[in-house]
Every structure is written in structure tokens, then in C-alpha cells.
């Protein structure tokens, strides 16, 4: 393990980096654009499970289908896997987040509605901090999906742990092989860590006394 | 011109108007052609059944609900053409599963209304202390989640808080239903007093008669969309509009109510048997001997009550005395026909008088209360629940006296 660090350790840092930024930029951007799209279906019932439909079928291309899907219009390296791995965060998300913001209490919404709340007001100070949890549930659960198949992103050369890996397979190196997917199961469960860190911080106090 | 000056009273007095408001769902009438007109610092209580449309009423008065046809003022403007989140800022809001919110502080959720219409830091404050005072909580608890307070202290905030914008008209939809006993008691006892002490208009939904008769100024009674009876809760008691409505009161609660609410003039016997104090003693014993009875009512000519009579004194004074004026006793029981049931029959029993005289205004007697008739209101009275004694026990009378001696009576 010492030699193969010495051999490898600078290539594996390079690849290390690469896995996180294109999992990390899918990630973000999913997040962005799949929480509030999840807020809006909250307040367009008719359209939401059209939308949850076109979201699950996406989920079930198969991912290196995907990816060879996005040859043809961005290419080959890191954008195109970016913009696939994208679409594949989408769906935990969106549907984390409708999932939540339509389980809060009724009677919250109710009370912050005749209160005299806007809708916007509603959203921000009653449904999300409510519905934390469960979208923070969601994002945890792309982040792992994204993270592993950021692997697979290799295949249409946008590098990333998966290198090692995919290059173990043809030169038949255990080694290689246990290098490159080792770290990505490590990046795996220290992002879900730290995503847990973030949900308790996100998720609103409600008692006044602290929490262990 | 006098007609002229009624309706400028009028235009005062209303400050919650709704004229045939009507709410369709689906092609049925949820709410079917509902009129109704609130004065300021009412306490109007909308009880039925569920589906009977009360609480879909209320809701359309903040614009919950937008009515289907109908027009609802208040304080003169059209509800409808109003803003609803400046509206709703405007109406105390408080709902059954009492909906604090559960990421907030005691503070913050008392403040919501006036963090959204921007008061100050400072005056939100004060404000808070304020609604805590007022629930009689200490200031520390300001500080607390909701998590951390009873439910009945929970819905104490969730009642002050709909108070803590000065709003003037509060909707409560069944707030209490869901607390125990004690704890509805109290919180009933509580908003009463704001809707006395401070002069709040309540729109309040329930499905509990006890709470409406204990609450409400007045009553609307409602049952598939339509409004059976608007009337105060003696009204309802006594002349219950229909059959829903006596069953929504119930068999048992119109038996307890009846000594609170029937007088002495609708139970007493009209037919006493009366004699003028100028009449011989032969006469009156005739009387007696024809009417059956060993009591005579004396009244002068214009049927003032002025004394009785019994067969001891003529027996006993038969060859000493010749009228009944030498005789009669002059210190009379009697109690006036207006007086209430509940509040006279304790007074007569433990008296033991057998028959009570009952006179009216003038004191010119009317009639007679026997024994065998107070009897049958106190089985009434505790026929229906073993607690109604309790409920029989109320302040002394007034209205009864014991008329003083006039002159000088023999024994």
C-alpha cells in the first residue's frame, strides 16, 4: 500500500480533485434547480406528478447510457458527465422536497395562511425550515448516487477516480482497482458525514434546550 | 325622518355583515343563502353538525375560502374586493389543532402578525410580554418552544397570538375541541373575558352545545348549508326552532335548563280559591267546604293580596270573632309570577308552606303555587343528570318577600 501510495499518490490526489469537482458542481447545481422546482409542484398539483414522472423515467436510463447520450451533443470530458450526473441528482431531490413541503402539518399551513402570511412567507418561514429534513434526506442520497457514478464518468474521458479503476480492469490490477473505488466509497461516506452535520444545523430548533 | 335615524344606528351598530352568502363545491351547496349581522363585541357561536357548513362560513369571512355568491362587509368594506393577506392581518386566526409554529419561539410566534405588518424590534417585545402577562405565563416562557408548554398553554398562545395586531374580530374554529375538560373550562372562561373586558367580536365554531350556551351572545345554529336558528342562548333553550335544534340541545340539557328558565307564572294553578276580608266566617268556612281546600286567599276588592286564612283560626275563633278580616293572618308568603323556578323552589320547600300565593307587579294574585306542582319541577330538574342539584344552587332570591305585618293580627 506504501509503495503504491509513493507510486501513485500525486495522480491519485489529481483524480481525488477531479471526482469531487464534478460530483460536487453536479451536486450543486441539482440542488439548486431541483429544491425550488420541488417548492413549485407544491403549488402546481396538477402539474407535479407529471413532472415526478419525467423525473423517475430519466432516473431509469441506465447510467452509462447517459453518459454516452451526452457525447453527441457537449462532447467528451468533464461537462458533459457534469450535465448527466446533474440529471440524475434530480430526481431524490425534487421529490425529497415535494414529499416534505406537502408533509408539513396541514394545520401550520392553515394557521400561517390565515395569519396573513403571502405564499413566499409561507414557503420560507413555515414549509422549508419544516420540511428540512427530509429534502436534507434527499440530497444525501443523490450525493452518494452522484459520487459513484462519477466513477462511471471516466468512460467518456472526464477523468476522475474512476481512471483508476477502469485502467485496473484492462491492465488486471488488483491494486489499481482497489486504489481508484477505496477512496470513492471514503468520499461517499465522509460527504454523507458531513451533509448529516449540515441537516442538524439546517434542521430549525424546537426545543431550548440543546439537542445531543 | 325616524326611520332615517334607525338606519344611521344601523350603519354604526353592524360591523360584521354577511348577505346571501352562498359556497358551492362540486354542484352542492355547502353553504346555502347565509345572512347574518354582528354588532361590535359579540360573541356569536356557529354550531351543527360536521358538513353543516359552519366552519366553511367562518373560513370565507378571511378569505380562507372564497364564497361562491354573497357579499361579506366588514366595518363597512366590501371583504371581497379586499386584499386577503392584508385582510387576514387584520383577523385574529385561531384553529383547532391550535398550529404554533413548531421552529418557534413562544415570542416569535406570539409577534407573527406584527413581524408581517413591521413593527419595530422594541414594540414586537413589548408586545410579547404583554400576551404572556395576559395568559398569566411567566416571561421566561417567552423563550420556550411550543414543544415545551401544555396543551392547554399552547392554546392560550395560539389564542393571544391572534390577539397580539389589536385585531378586532377573531374566528375561532373549534379551539377547544381537542383539550380536556379542565383545561376547555378555563380557556373558555378565558376568551369570554376578552370578548367582555376587551370588547372583541368572536366568530367562534364549535360542535359542543354546552360551550355555545356558556359562550355565546348569540347562537347560530346551522345544519346542511342552511342557518336553522340565529337567536341568544335563553332564546334557544326556550323555544328551540325545531326538532334539530332540540336534539342539538338535547333531551337532557332542555330538562336542566327548564327550572332556569320556566317562571313561577307558567307552572302555578290559576284557580285559588280567594275571599274578601268583609265576609262572615260562615262564609268562608262554606267556601272551604265547597272548594275542598283549608286555606282561603284574603284579598281586598281589586284582588290585592292582603292575608290568608285557614280552618284552624275559624275553628278557633268561630264564636269570638265575625269576619274574616278579625282572623285572617297578615304576614303572607307569596312570590311573584315572574320570579324564575330555579331560583324560588329551594326557598318555598325548606319554608315548608304547602301552597305559596303568587301575585304580579301590582301584587294582585294570579295564582298558587301548590306542593304537588313543585314537585313535579324538581323531579324534571333531577330526572336528567345526577349532577343537576348542583346546578339548582344559585345566588338567593330577590324576589320573594315576606310581606310585614300590617296592624295587629291575632296569632
Request: hydrophobic content about 45%; glycine content about 8%; overall charge neutral.
Amino acid at each position: 500500500m506504501i509503495t503504491f501510495i509513493q507510486t501513485y499518490g500525486g495522480q491519485l490526489l489529481y483524480k481525488i480533485w477531479q471526482h469531487i469537482y464534478i460530483s460536487g458542481i453536479a451536486l450543486a447545481l441539482g440542488v439548486l434547480i431541483a429544491v425550488p422546482l420541488g417548492v413549485m409542484l407544491t403549488r402546481l398539483k396538477k402539474a407535479s406528478t407529471v413532472i415526478i414522472e419525467i423525473a423517475s423515467v430519466l432516473q431509469t436510463i441506465p447510467a452509462l447510457a447517459l453518459l454516452a447520450m451526452m457525447i453527441p451533443i457537449f462532447g467528451i470530458g468533464a461537462i458533459p458527465a457534469i450535465v448527466a450526473l446533474f440529471i440524475y441528482s434530480l430526481l431524490p431531490i425534487l421529490r425529497n422536497t415535494y414529499l416534505g413541503l406537502n408533509g408539513v402539518d396541514p394545520s401550520l399551513k392553515d394557521a400561517a395562511k390565515g395569519m396573513g402570511m403571502t405564499s413566499l412567507q409561507s414557503i420560507i418561514k413555515v414549509e422549508l425550515p419544516m420540511a428540512v429534513p427530509v429534502i436534507m434526506s434527499g440530497i444525501r442520497l443523490s450525493a452518494t448516487y452522484v459520487i459513484a457514478w462519477t466513477a462511471l464518468a471516466s468512460y467518456i474521458g472526464a477523468g476522475g477516480l474512476g481512471d483508476f479503476i477502469f485502467n485496473g480492469l484492462n491492465l488486471y490490477r488488483t491494486d489499481l482497482i482497489l486504489g481508484g473505488s477505496i477512496p470513492v466509497i471514503l468520499l461517499a461516506l465522509l460527504v454523507d458525514w458531513l451533509l448529516g452535520k449540515l441537516e442538524v444545523q439546517l434542521t430549525p430548533k424546537t426545543t431550548s434546550h440543546a439537542k445531543l | 325622518m325616524e326611520l332615517v335615524a334607525l338606519k344611521r344606528m344601523e350603519l354604526t351598530y353592524v360591523f360584521l355583515e354577511m348577505k346571501h352568502l352562498s359556497k358551492v363545491y362540486g354542484g352542492k351547496k355547502a353553504v346555502d343563502d347565509f345572512n347574518l349581522s354582528v354588532a361590535k363585541g359579540e360573541f356569536i357561536c356557529f354550531i351543527g353538525t360536521s358538513g353543516s357548513g359552519k366552519t366553511t362560513t367562518m373560513r370565507m369571512i378571511n378569505r380562507m375560502l372564497n364564497p361562491s355568491s354573497g357579499s361579506i362587509e366588514l366595518e363597512g368594506e366590501d371583504v371581497l374586493k379586499a386584499d386577503p393577506v392584508k385582510l387576514r392581518r387584520k383577523i385574529g386566526y385561531v384553529i383547532q389543532n391550535i398550529g404554533l409554529m413548531p421552529h418557534m419561539t413562544i415570542r416569535d410566534n406570539i409577534t407573527i402578525v406584527p413581524k408581517l405588518l413591521k413593527w419595530s424590534e422594541d414594540k414586537r417585545n413589548e408586545r410579547a410580554k404583554e400576551m404572556i402577562k395576559m395568559v398569566e405565563l411567566p416571561e421566561d416562557y417567552l423563550d420556550r418552544y411550543p414543544s415545551e408548554l401544555s396543551g392547554g398553554q399552547q392554546q392560550r398562545i395560539g389564542v393571544v397570538r391572534a390577539l397580539a395586531a389589536d385585531q378586532d374580530l377573531i374566528l375561532m374554529d373549534e379551539p377547544f375541541g381537542a383539550l380536556d375538560p379542565i383545561t376547555r373550562e378555563s380557556l373558555q372562561d378565558f376568551v369570554k373575558d376578552l370578548q367582555e373586558r376587551l370588547g372583541k367580536t368572536l366568530i367562534f365554531v364549535t360542535h359542543d352545545m354546552d360551550e355555545a350556551l356558556k359562550l355565546a351572545t348569540r347562537i347560530v345554529v346551522m345544519s346542511h348549508g342552511k342557518m336553522v336558528q340565529v337567536a341568544t342562548p335563553d332564546e334557544i333553550l326556550q323555544h328551540p326552532a325545531n326538532e334539530f335544534v332540540e336534539n342539538l340541545i338535547g333531551k337532557d340539557r332542555l330538562i336542566q335548563a327548564k327550572p332556569s328558565i320556566t317562571t313561577v307564572g307558567q307552572v302555578m294553578y290559576n284557580n285559588a280559591v280567594s275571599i274578601t276580608p268583609g265576609r262572615s266566617l260562615k262564609e268562608a268556612l262554606k267556601l272551604m267546604h265547597e272548594k275542598r281546600v283549608d286555606t282561603l286567599l284574603v284579598t281586598d276588592d281589586m284582588g290585592i293580596l292582603k292575608g290568608y286564612v285557614d280552618i284552624e283560626q275559624i275553628d278557633y275563633n268561630y264564636n269570638t270573632a265575625t269576619s274574616v278580616d278579625d282572623v285572617m293572618t297578615r304576614k303572607v308568603f307569596y312570590v311573584n309570577e315572574n320570579s324564575i323556578i330555579r331560583d324560588t323552589v329551594e326557598r318555598i320547600l325548606k319554608r315548608g308552606y304547602k301552597n305559596v300565593p303568587v301575585v304580579d307587579q301590582d301584587k294582585k294574585l294570579v295564582g298558587i303555587v301548590t306542593r304537588a306542582s313543585l314537585v313535579d319541577i324538581v323531579y324534571d330538574a333531577l330526572w336528567g343528570e345526577p349532577d343537576a342539584t348542583a346546578h339548582t344552587k344559585k345566588e338567593p332570591v330577590t324576589d320573594i318577600k315576606e310581606e310585614q305585618k300590617v296592624g295587629d293580627g291575632k296569632p
